[in-house]
């Protein structure tokens, strides 16, 4: 039988570019259905995900498309909701700050800066607080 962590999956919506250091942070211990896409985040998005997880330049941008559609479903909108900065971090703190901030008014349960973090506390700390963050919600 398996545990209740072992069975958790993780929506994923990042674009290529980020995929390896996301699966790094995340390690093996979560099931995680990653998305390049809007579409294809909508289409894999059901009752069965546990944590969606999504980057700021997740689809160019459709970070708040995905959120809105997450949160306005019945069958989802319980799900929680992370924004994510992956990779090297090219907005300033005034736009993480909109952000964050628009995106907790639309429904999202966080923010977690995983650049930040990675620079300020090292890559295995800056991973084992997003599995942290996780581990909590499941």
Known sequence: MKSKRSASRILVAVRQE?????FDALGFEFDAVLC???KEARLRLDAS???ILCGLRFDRGMIFDLL?????SPMT???????????KNIFS???LNSVQMAATVLG???FIDLFEV?????????????RQIIRQLV
């Open 49 to 51: 995900i546990s944590v």
């Open 118 to 130: 990675t620079n300020t506390a090292g890559e295995p700390e800056a991973y084992e607080r997003l």
């Open 36 to 38: 390049h896409s809007l």
């Open 77 to 87: 909108r319980s799900i929680p909701f992370y924004s994510i900065v992956e990779s």
């Open 93 to 95: 703190p005034a736009i």
């Open 68 to 72: 809105r559609h997450a949160k306005t």
């Open 108 to 110: 999202a349960s966080g």
């Open 18 to 22: 980020d995929v390896a250091e996301i």
